[in-house]
């Protein structure tokens, strides 16, 4: 895996974009994009990887609640790495969220995390709808900004390997 070095609030953070696990997750999609889709044993060897090498500051959990939301990807996660590796929400597809799609989550956050059995250190709620869709712009920009203040919130120092 390959570190995409990002400047966010003056400081420089590697993102690693991994893609989320098989499973209850239509796959047909990706695999349309790209037929060399990695299995799950490799993506979570990849996270393992990493931390071992180099420590992970923080792993952004996906979900999409208008999908379903799955605990596979977070389980395997800590299953793998433990409890040390600080996992964040994102929740997507929330365009439509009346207000600020921020809104989300006092309502639904806490049910999530305990019907899931799901702990998450913070959360963003966001919109994934593609950039040449300049009608949700506003919405495309509250999001990043929500990503990006988490990511700054979240990875404060540079994290150590774990020993």
């Known amino acids: 895996m390959t570190p995409h070095p990002a400047n966010i609030d003056n400081k420089t953070v590697d993102v690693y974009d991994l893609p989320g696990l098989q499973g ?13 889709r990695p299995s799950n ?3 979570i060897s990849a996270i393992v990887d990493i931390n071992k090498k180099r420590g992970i500051d923080l792993v952004i959990h996906c979900l999409g609640p208008k999908d379903g939301i799955g605990p596979d990807y977070y389980k395997a996660v800590t299953s793998a790495v433990g409890s040390e590796v600080p996992i964040a929400a994102v929740v997507t597809r929330l365009e439509r969220e009346n207000g600020a799609m921020e809104n989300w989550w006092p309502k639904n956050g806490a049910a999530l995390e305990s019907d899931m059995n799901m702990r998450f ?13 300049t009608s949700w712009r506003p919405r495309r920009v509250e999001g990043e900004k929500a990503v990006r203040d988490l990511i700054s919130r979240r990875c404060t120092n540079k994290r150590a390997p774990p020993k």
């Open 121 to 133: 250190i913070d959360h963003a709620c966001v919109t994934t709808l593609p950039q040449n869709d």
């Open 24 to 36: 209850e997750v239509d796959t047909s999609i990706w695999k349309r994009i790209r037929s060399d």
């Open 41 to 43: 044993k490799d993506i």
